[in-house]
């Protein structure tokens, strides 16, 4: 069965940085893009960040541009957010999600992507 496990979350300072985690399995991990998305209390889930399946296709949310950096180590089956001078608003739980390349128009529409974890919570005191 595929699977994808976010790791990495946990309790931060205002400006200080988190490095979350997706590891997948049970699906070939070469043939999905692959998604971070935020939900936070009281609010709709949001796009964050994506990554085509060799890296040639990175897009970010506009409020997370020059602070977040998505990678991915197809060896080992896994993809990064990289998240620093982090800010109250980044609050949230944050999941990562794979949608098969070439089915969808984009990569910022949750509802596109096939598979999701079961999320990591963000908390960035001020």
């Known amino acids: 069965q595929v699977r994808l496990v976010e790791s990495g979350g946990g309790l931060v300072q205002a400006g200080g940085s988190l490095r979350l985690s997706c590891a997948a399995s049970?699906?070939?991990?070469?043939?999905?893009?692959v998604g971070w998305f935020r939900q936070g209390p009281g609010k709709e889930r949001e796009f964050v960040a994506a990554?085509?399946?060799?890296?040639?296709?990175?897009p970010y949310t506009d409020s997370v541009k020059g602070r977040f950096t998505i990678s991915r180590e197809n060896a080992k089956n896994t993809v990064y957010l990289q998240m620093n001078s982090l800010k109250p608003e980044d609050t949230a739980v944050y999941y990562c999600?794979?949608?098969?390349?070439?089915?969808?128009?984009?990569?910022?529409?949750?509802?596109?992507?096939?598979?999701w974890g079961q999320g990591t919570q963000v908390t960035v005191s001020s």
């Open positions: 999600a794979a949608d098969l390349w070439g089915t969808s128009k984009d990569l910022l529409t949750g509802s596109d992507y096939d598979y």
């Open positions: 049970g699906l070939p991990f070469t043939m999905y893009a």
């Open positions: 990554i085509s399946p060799y890296g040639h296709t990175k």
